[in-house]
Nanobody, 127 residues
Framework: QVQLVESGGGLVQAGGSLRLSCAASGRTFNNYVMAWFHQAPGKEREFVAGIMWNIGSTYYADSVKGRFTISRDKAKNTVYLQMNSLKPEDTAVYYC????????????????????WGQGTQVTISS
């Protein structure tokens, strides 16, 4: 059974940085896409960044390009989201998600249904 456990959220001031981690377990993820989504109060959940586990290809939402970096450590089965230059509008619950990769490229892969989700971690940016 796949488990995704996020950590690293917290409260920081605007302009600061946070690094989120997602520890994945329950299977090998060689043919998976891992992604981060966020959901702000009263809003729908949105794609933030994704990475193809095998080849490391990445994709970002326009709102975070140049500020966020997604990466994975295969040995630790962990996905990271390095968030820099944080803004109040980045405030949200951040979720790690995974889905099998069966072909295709970004950005289409970003909008596929994701099969597995973590419990979420709160990120709050104060102005």
């Amino acid at each position: 059974q796949v488990q995704l456990v996020e950590s690293g959220g917290g409260l920081v001031q605007a302009g600061g940085s946070l690094r989120l981690s997602c520890a994945a377990s329950g299977r090998t993820f060689n043919n998976y896409v891992m992604a981060w989504f966020h959901q702000a109060p009263g809003k729908e959940r949105e794609f933030v960044a994704g990475i193809m586990w095998n080849i490391g290809s990445t994709y970002y939402a326009d709102s975070v390009k140049g500020r966020f970096t997604i990466s994975r450590d295969k040995a630790k089965n962990t996905v990271y989201l390095q968030m820099n230059s944080l803004k109040p509008e980045d405030t949200a619950v951040y979720y790690c998600a995974a889905t099998q990769y069966d072909g295709g490229s970004w950005p289409a892969v970003a909008s596929r249904p994701y099969d597995y989700w973590g419990q979420g971690t709160q990120v709050t940016i104060s102005s």
